[in-house]
């Protein structure tokens, strides 16, 4: 298995543009997660997903964040106005219930 | 709240041991563990604990739970340049089912 897949690894955008973060998580796994890194906050859990429900979005920071997860081998979130102190390492990370987390390599967002 | 407290940096000279200390807040946390995050990659399990053991031990690497105190180390034997990474504590309740609370990290110097 390639692991979990995340697109774009980097991606720079321009203050007020909609900023989409893509993930495949491993096949068969039923949980996936989004966090956020920061140096100031660390690693921040903002969303995750059980059997495509979401379960727990209390760390969503406010209304412009975003995330779906339309079917088992897919999920995005999105930025939507995004403003520079959004520029973060954002990971997804999925497992299967009662195991181990398995995180993806991150997309490095910087908004300028 | 809950909340997982790490010192930043620790610095150990190659061939030592390294102890990385943890402080966590939530007693009902199942399940401790230690996640690696080398350069540019996303986090990787290293090891857990399950909250009704005292140590844990594989291979270089052993875990210490101190329940009362909420506390939670992780020795690294004879320390490697390869072992140069951040090193995040992490609790949770749900196996990998559920979101994780993280520390920030520490840091891994080894000096040759």
């Known amino acids: 298995d390639a692991g979990v897949i995340q697109s774009p690894r980097h991606e720079v955008t321009e203050m007020g543009q909609e900023v989409t973060l893509r993930c495949k998580p491993i096949s068969g796994h039923n949980s996936l997660f989004w966090y956020r890194q920061t140096m100031m906050r660390g690693l921040e859990l903002l969303i995750y997903?059980?059997?495509?429900?979401?379960?727990?979005d209390s760390g969503m920071p406010e209304d412009r964040f975003s995330a779906k997860m339309p079917n088992a081998s897919f999920s995005t979130l999105k930025i939507q106005p995004s403003e520079p102190r959004d520029s973060a390492v954002y990971f997804c990370a999925s497992s299967l219930k009662g195991d181990e987390q398995y995180f993806g390599p991150g997309t490095r967002l910087t908004v300028t | 709240g809950e909340d997982v407290e790490q010192s930043l940096f620790l610095s150990v000279r190659e061939g030592d041991s390294s102890v990385i200390n943890c402080t966590y807040t939530d007693s009902s946390s199942t399940y401790l563990y230690w996640y690696k995050q080398e350069p540019g990659a996303g986090l990787q399990l290293l090891t857990y604990?399950?909250?009704?053991?005292d140590m844990k031990q594989d291979q270089r690497l052993t875990v210490l739970l101190n329940k009362k105190d909420k506390h939670l180390s992780l020795r690294i034997a004879d320390t490697q340049t390869g072992d140069s990474a951040i090193y995040f504590c992490a609790q949770g309740s749900g196996g990998g089912a559920d979101g994780l609370t993280f520390g920030k990290g520490t840091h891994l110097i080894i000096q040759p």
């Open positions: 604990i399950f909250s009704n053991m």
């Open positions: 997903f059980n059997n495509n429900v979401p379960i727990d």
